[in-house]
């Protein structure tokens, strides 16, 4: 059973930086895919970014691409999300995701993922 702990959630100013960080157990392989989603309250979970295990295969939402970089690290089992530029709009619960891999998914979708962190806020003001 794999397990996602994400850390690296706070408060920042607009146009601040914060990493998020992942750390995976339980058996993920390089074919995996992991990924970020966040959620305001009353609204679905919303696709951020995704990365093949192996860290290749990035990318991004419209929202943050620019911004945000995601990232592994396969000797620590960890995955990172580094969001620079922030915005009061990326405040939000952060949810780490990892899913196998299957040819037919294209791993934007929340439905897509096999397995979710508890997440970590982030909060963004003016």
């Known amino acids: 059973q794999v397990q996602l702990e994400e850390s690296g959630g706070g408060s920042v100013q607009a146009g601040g930086s914060l990493r998020l960080s992942c750390a995976a157990s339980?058996?993920?392989?390089?074919?995996?895919?992991m990924g970020w989603f966040r959620q305001i309250p009353g609204k679905e979970r919303e696709f951020v970014a995704h990365?093949?295990?192996?860290?290749?295969?990035?990318y991004y939402a419209d929202p943050v691409k620019g911004r945000f970089t995601i990232s592994t690290d396969n000797a620590k089992n960890m995955v990172y999300l580094q969001m620079n530029s922030l915005k009061p709009e990326d405040t939000a619960t952060y949810y780490c995701?990892?899913?196998?891999?299957?040819?037919?998914?294209?791993?934007?979708?929340?439905?897509?993922?096999?397995?979710w962190g508890q997440g970590t806020q982030v909060t963004v003001s003016s």
């Open positions: 995701v990892a899913a196998r891999y299957a040819n037919w998914r294209s791993y934007i979708s929340r439905t897509e993922y096999d397995y």
């Open positions: 339980g058996g993920t392989a390089s074919t995996w895919f």
């Open positions: 990365i093949k295990w192996s860290g290749s295969s990035a």
